[in-house]
């Protein structure tokens, strides 16, 4: 049984946009919440996290929302960049251990 | 470079071969795990090594799949009688420690392809 799942496989925006990336888990002891970012041929990098005792994040552009009871956060990247596009893991971690889910492809266009 | 280093890049082989997987973590991170990836899913947790304690070796898929850790650095994942199911993109990554807050550092991956 999947316990971090992203269930659209893609998302296509405009260029300036809201991109919004969504994620819901099953396992309640997930404390701590990650976003990478993957491009082709390359590993996955780290984007932005959030710890379960907080419901917001920002970083720049990228701000993680994170609803406890619902078991969802989302990802938003205001304004999006074509540099943007790639595949999104949501992952979820349990004292360090992190659960990924199959990751959504983001496709910006100008 | 700094960041983690993954060999070979891509590999074929035929069905019933061994392989061999390798990677060298950041300098000084003490934890290091193997994902792999399959065609069109999320990454999967193979193997966990953290200092000198027992590796959690919880997702690995078969008893053909090991994977060493030498001196607490470079690590080998092997897959022994390689099955077509094997084919996918190995992941290593490492981090400073199992801790609370923390996120992975990883390689570009082994394209494992069996023929």
């Known amino acids: 049984d999947q316990q971090v799942k992203q269930n659209s496989p893609s998302l296509s925006v405009q260029e300036g946009r809201i991109s919004i990336l969504n994620c819901d888990y099953t396992?309640?002891?997930?404390?701590?919440f990650l976003w990478y970012k993957k491009y082709p041929a390359e590993g996955p990098t780290f984007l932005i996290s959030?710890?379960?005792?907080?419901d917001k994040n920002e970083d720049g552009r990228f701000t993680v929302f994170l609803n406890k009871s619902a078991k969802h956060l989302s990802l938003h990247i205001v304004p999006s960049q074509p540099g943007d596009s790639a595949v999104y893991f949501c992952a979820a971690s349990d004292a360090g251990k992190s659960t990924f889910g199959d990751g959504t492809t983001l496709t910006v266009k100008p | 470079g700094a960041g983690v280093s993954q060999s070979p890049s891509n590999k074929v082989t035929e069905k019933g071969k061994d392989v061999e997987l390798r990677c060298d973590p950041i300098s000084g991170h003490t934890a290091l795990y193997w994902y792999r990836q399959s065609l069109g899913q999320g990454l999967e947790f193979l193997i966990y090594?953290?200092?000198?304690?027992?590796?959690?070796k919880s997702g690995l898929p078969s008893d053909r799949f090991s994977a060493e850790r030498t001196g607490g650095s470079v690590s080998t994942l092997t897959i022994q009688r390689t099955q077509q199911e094997d084919s996918a993109v190995y992941l290593c990554?490492?981090?400073?420690?199992?801790?609370?807050?923390?996120?992975?550092?990883f390689g570009s991956g082994t394209q494992l392809s069996v023929l």
């Open positions: 090594f953290q200092g000198n304690s027992a590796p959690d």
């Open positions: 990554a490492s981090s400073q420690n199992r801790g609370y807050n923390e996120k992975l550092f």
């Open positions: 396992n309640s002891m997930f404390d701590y």
């Open positions: 959030i710890s379960s005792i907080k």
